[in-house]
């Protein structure tokens, strides 16, 4: 396995709460960032209302070229908001892209009130490969400091313990 950096975290953004997550994190992990950029679907209003349809009907968005290859990483944590219940087009399609080239894979979301466990299976079964660990960031839970940062650091442990066994493993 090559694995000559610990870990990437890809992630899609729209309102900001998400890369909020994806930087914090990578700042207490020491990962790369991957900013997954939609280009089919454009800002404003009809935008958002034809992106939450691709993701209401499973759709993959048309997204920038990635800058990180996912395969030179011990794990790959992917972001994603969740609309419609459902993970984004533009991290479907990212999944999509990568299906294959992840060694280790671990989620989150950002969300009103989804749990993450309603959405992983679906995220699990498009990046064609089991979670070593998940977490879900609802709109409360961001909103309050003290809650955020124990949930970011009970994250971030259980991606740091990961990477210490795929380092073993390797």
């Avoid at 694995?3 to 709460?17: E, H, M, Q, W």
């Avoid at 998400?18 to 020491?30: I, K, N, Q, S």
């Avoid at 009907?57 to 048309?62: G, Q, S, T």
């Amino acid at each position: 396995m090559d694995t000559s950096k610990s870990v990437l975290i890809a992630y899609y953004s729209l309102t900001g709460n998400t890369a909020r997550v994806a930087t914090d994190l990578a700042a207490r992990l020491g990962a790369d960032l991957e900013s997954i950029q939609d280009k089919g679907h454009g800002a404003g209003a009809l935008g958002q209302l034809a992106a939450a349809f691709d993701a209401w009907r499973k759709a993959p968005a048309h997204i920038g070229e990635l800058q990180r290859n996912p395969t030179q990483y011990a794990i790959t944590v992917i972001g994603t908001p969740v609309w419609t219940w459902q993970m984004t087009p533009a991290v479907r399609a990212y999944l999509k892209e990568a299906r294959g080239r992840i060694h280790n894979v671990a989620f989150f979301v950002t969300s009103g009130d989804t749990d993450v466990r309603k959405i992983l299976p679906s995220l699990e079964a498009q990046a064609g490969i089991k979670s070593i660990a998940s977490a879900g960031f609802n709109a409360r839970e961001l909103n309050e400091a003290a809650t955020y940062e124990a949930k970011l650091a009970a994250f971030a442990e259980e991606i740091t313990s990961a990477v210490r066994a795929a380092r073993r493993v390797a």
